[in-house]
């Protein structure tokens, strides 16, 4: 019997030894890792589709039209007094009439990184803090007026006949 006594009491040890150890071990693990910038620890502000028209020579050549996703750093975004999304798509429009020599119509002329590096540093810039981390492109268009004009003719056409066919008198099939 003594020897049952003794066996669970040393099982009993064993097993609070083995899981003081663990809850250590584990706690400084955790404590020494910060988190990665892509895997965790920031939060994600997702603007709405931002259009800007692009003016040259006094008059609209298109537009300029993006989504974008920022990370964050949880802790600074809390203590903006505007909206994150509001100071984001003020710092689009700021960054391409500042830059009219960026020109939509040519691809190869377009460098996406320099775009999102430049909008990240004068975020960052402007608030005082590294409160952005990266820009993401969600979605990036140019229309010009050309297109915009197509694509407006392309409508009206299919409207009108849409409302032409809804205006055909019903006829019933034929009797046999």
């Known amino acids: 019997m003594i ?5 669970a009491l040393w099982i009993c040890a064993v ?5 003081f150890y663990s809850f250590q071990a584990a706690g400084q693990r955790t404590a020494a890792e910060p988190p990665k910038p892509m895997l965790g620890g920031l939060d994600y502000v997702k603007t709405d589709m931002i259009s800007v ?10 537009y300029f039209l993006t989504k974008l996703v920022y990370t964050v750093e949880p802790a600074e975004i809390k203590k903006l007094s505007v909206p994150a999304q ?15 020599q960026i ?5 190869e002329s377009i460098d996406l990184d320099a775009f999102r590096k430049s909008i990240r540093d004068t975020i960052n810039t402007r608030v005082g803090v590294e409160l ?10 140019f229309l010009s007026k050309d297109d915009i ?4 003719l392309r409508r009206r056409r299919n409207a009108g006949e849409t409302a032409s066919a809804m205006t ?9």
């Open 53 to 62: 028209p692009l003016l040259r020579d006094g008059s609209i050549d298109g």
């Open 149 to 152: 004009r197509d694509n407006a």
């Open 132 to 141: 952005v981390h990266e820009v993401l492109i969600d979605q990036v268009n």
């Open 15 to 19: 097993t609070l030894g083995a899981v």
């Open 3 to 7: 020897k049952f006594i003794a066996a």
């Open 168 to 176: 055909k008198p019903f006829q019933a099939a034929p009797e046999h």
């Open 103 to 107: 020109d939509f119509t040519k691809k």
């Open 86 to 100: 509001a100071l984001m798509t003020d710092q689009v429009y700021s960054y391409l009439y500042a830059n009219p």
